[in-house]
């Protein structure tokens, strides 16, 4: 299992749709967000390949200004 930290940054006025969007997503929770467009979410999946796959998913959200990975962990034994 691969579990990351994500920040992501949304332009302020996208911040409900955004975190709307993410929400709707399997594997992605979101954990506080700010009127200053910072949402902070995590995400797991089975394999690296998919944990790539969704990075680039929620950068490509509209209104996402920028999704950056803070923090990564594999655990094999989940």
């Given at each position: 299992?691969?579990?990351?930290?994500?920040?992501?940054?949304?332009?302020?006025?996208?911040?409900?749709?955004?975190?709307?969007?993410?929400?709707?997503m399997e594997g992605v929770e979101v954990h506080a967000s700010?009127?200053?467009?910072?949402?902070?979410?995590?995400?797991?999946?089975?394999?690296?390949?998919?944990?790539?796959?969704?990075?680039?998913?929620?950068?490509?959200?509209?209104?996402?200004?920028?999704?950056?990975?803070?923090?990564?962990?594999?655990?094999?034994?989940?």
């Amino acid at each position: 299992m691969n579990i990351s930290g994500i920040l992501v940054q949304a332009h302020p006025k996208n911040i409900t749709s955004v975190c709307d969007a993410l929400v709707d997503m399997e594997g992605v929770e979101v954990h506080a967000s700010n009127e200053a467009g910072k949402i902070v979410v995590t995400i797991e999946q089975e394999n690296n390949a998919q944990m790539s796959d969704m990075l680039l998913s929620l950068q490509n959200i509209p209104g996402v200004l920028a999704a950056s990975m803070v923090y990564h962990q594999f655990d094999d034994a989940m």
